[in-house]
């Protein structure tokens, strides 16, 4: 699943293609991508300039004129990217934004498990994910004495907690790995024993992380790829993810993977301490 940082660069690569342009014609070959009403997606959206694109956590949210934007969550396999009305459509293309000049915006998802919903500008906290949503990472909210209270009220292993999205939203499974390792935690620690200055360093170390993969454009593991068909950069920085078996840089020790709460994760068994 693309996660805040693979978003954020898609969001970016979006931008200079498609701000500016009016929408001509939606074809929607598989509804259900629209979580909203489909009808009003597709007749209420020509006419409408795309404005920008702005961003929450994991969430696309492609701004357009008379106060209505598209929320949009990539999920598993999501992709967006600019071809011409006439081009041979994929298979696995199920949203078309055809504009004016001749181009065209396509929603590309292997698995469909994408969503896109048309609400009021200013509204998709009422009417979207988004309103379940924690702060996110380098943001001014998410401060110490924020996250060290919001994790004593969690007696979920720390690994669920972080992935769960309400305390800090935008990390996955790669990010959460990533920080937990960095900071020295068992990704089976109880959220709530973890002593309160690694608790600060955990906070710290998910805000430099995920600034980091941003610079690097996300992280390509499996099928990700930004809105020019553009891999990330940031798998070439990865200390754990997809290295169990591997000697940890850190201290030597073999990385180990197990599941937790379904979820593959690769941890030291020797620098990451157990906080029951």
């Given at each position: 699943?693309?996660?805040?940082?693979?978003?954020?660069?898609?969001r970016r690569s979006l931008v200079p293609l498609i701000k500016g342009k009016t929408?001509?014609?939606?074809?929607?070959?598989?509804?259900?991508?629209?979580?909203?009403?489909?009808?009003?997606?597709?007749?209420?959206?020509?006419?409408?300039?795309?404005?920008?694109?702005?961003?929450?956590?994991?969430?696309?949210?492609?701004?357009?004129?008379?106060?209505?934007?598209?929320?949009?969550?990539?999920?598993?396999?999501?992709?967006?990217?600019?071809?011409?009305?006439?081009?041979?459509?994929?298979?696995?293309?199920?949203?078309?934004?055809?504009?004016?000049?001749?181009?065209?915006?396509?929603?590309?998802?292997?698995?469909?498990?994408?969503?896109?919903?048309?609400?009021?500008?200013?509204?998709?906290?009422?009417?979207?994910?988004?309103?379940?949503?924690?702060?996110?990472?380098?943001?001014?909210?998410?401060?110490?004495?924020?996250?060290?209270?919001?994790?004593?009220?969690?007696?979920?292993?720390?690994?669920?907690?972080?992935?769960?999205?309400?305390?800090?939203?935008?990390?996955?499974?790669?990010?959460?790995?990533?920080?937990?390792?960095?900071?020295?935690?068992?990704?089976?620690?109880?959220?709530?024993?973890?002593?309160?200055?690694?608790?600060?360093?955990?906070?710290?170390?998910?805000?430099?992380?995920?600034?980091?993969?941003?610079?690097?454009?996300?992280?390509?593991?499996?099928?990700?790829?930004?809105?020019?068909?553009?891999?990330?950069?940031?798998?070439?920085?990865?200390?754990?993810?997809?290295?169990?078996?591997?000697?940890?840089?850190?201290?030597?020790?073999?990385?180990?993977?197990?599941?937790?709460?379904?979820?593959?994760?690769?941890?030291?068994?020797?620098?990451?301490?157990?906080?029951?």
């Amino acid at each position: 699943m693309p996660e805040m940082p693979e978003v954020e660069t898609v969001r970016r690569s979006l931008v200079p293609l498609i701000k500016g342009k009016t929408i001509e014609k939606v074809t929607l070959w598989y509804p259900k991508i629209v979580s909203t009403d489909h009808q009003k997606f597709v007749n209420e959206l020509p006419g409408k300039k795309i404005i920008g694109i702005d961003r929450y956590a994991k969430y696309l949210l492609i701004r357009l004129s008379d106060n209505l934007t598209i929320v949009s969550h990539l999920r598993m396999e999501g992709k967006y990217h600019l071809t011409s009305w006439d081009d041979p459509k994929d298979k696995h293309d199920h949203v078309q934004f055809a504009f004016t000049d001749g181009t065209a915006l396509r929603y590309n998802d292997v698995r469909k498990f994408g969503r896109m919903q048309l609400v009021l500008t200013g509204t998709e906290k009422l009417t979207t994910g988004i309103g379940k949503l924690g702060f996110e990472p380098n943001s001014p909210e998410f401060t110490d004495e924020y996250f060290i209270d919001a994790l004593r009220k969690h007696k979920k292993n720390i690994k669920t907690t972080l992935l769960d999205q309400t305390i800090v939203a935008g990390l996955g499974n790669i990010y959460v790995d990533e920080v937990l390792w960095q900071s020295k935690i068992h990704p089976l620690s109880e959220a709530n024993k973890i002593p309160r200055e690694k608790v600060v360093a955990l906070r710290k170390n998910i805000n430099h992380e995920i600034a980091r993969a941003i610079e690097k454009h996300g992280t390509t593991v499996h099928t990700y790829l930004d809105a020019n068909g553009e891999t990330g950069g940031f798998q070439e920085f990865l200390q754990v993810y997809g290295h169990a078996g591997d000697p940890c840089a850190r201290c030597g020790t073999k990385l180990e993977k197990i599941k937790v709460n379904g979820r593959g994760t690769t941890f030291c068994p020797k620098c990451q301490v157990v906080y029951k």
